[in-house]
């Protein structure tokens, strides 16, 4: 039985280093960890772990050669010193992401689910919010469905 956990476990470590990708980088484990709450305005709320971006080396290695496992386990919450209007690209990001675009009040503006760089592809799909927010959380794909986060009714904040 030892032998076959161990064959597995090797197998798997095999298939995502021939996919080019970790289970976490070394910019995510130098991330702060920081516990969020999103408030929906019905009075539900969900507490969540996230991982805290609040510099350019940070922000611009977010998911890149994360393993998919990983994004079951790790949220990023990116935060931007002013109100900017970022693009968020999904090349060398290995699994669809769901991503929260948060203004200044702590609302959630936007949410969309970005999918995978594919190489090859015609054109190179940026998102981003439709005005300027000072964050954004983003979680592995289908979580805000799953919660029904939706925009404008919900809200994020740190928790102390």
């Known amino acids: 039985m030892r032998a076959a956990v161990l064959l597995l476990l090797l197998a798997v470590l095999a298939q995502n280093v021939a996919a080019g990708c970790v289970a976490i980088t070394d910019e995510i484990e130098q991330m702060e960890v920081r516990q969020a ?3 929906g305005n ?3 709320r969900f507490d969540l772990e996230v991982r805290v971006a609040d510099n350019g080396r940070e922000r611009a290695a977010g998911f890149q050669h994360v393993c998919p496992e990983s994004a079951d386990a790790v949220s990023i919450l990116f935060l931007f010193a002013n109100p900017a209007v970022p693009r968020f690209h999904m090349n060398n990001v290995h699994m ?3 991503i ?3 203004d200044r009040a702590g609302v959630i503006r936007s949410v969309q689910t970005m999918q995978p760089y594919v190489i090859g592809a015609l054109e190179k799909k940026l998102w981003g919010p439709p005005t300027p927010v000072v964050a954004a ?3 592995r794909a289908g979580l805000f469905g799953e ?3 939706t925009e404008n009714e919900w809200s994020l904040s740190l928790l102390p």
Do not use: K
Request: hydrophobic share 50%; aromatic share 6%; no cysteine.
């Open 37 to 39: 709450r999103l408030t």
């Open 42 to 44: 019905d009075g539900r």
């Open 96 to 98: 669809p992401l769901d």
């Open 100 to 102: 929260a675009f948060i």
């Open 137 to 139: 959380l983003e979680v």
């Open 147 to 149: 919660l029904e986060i």
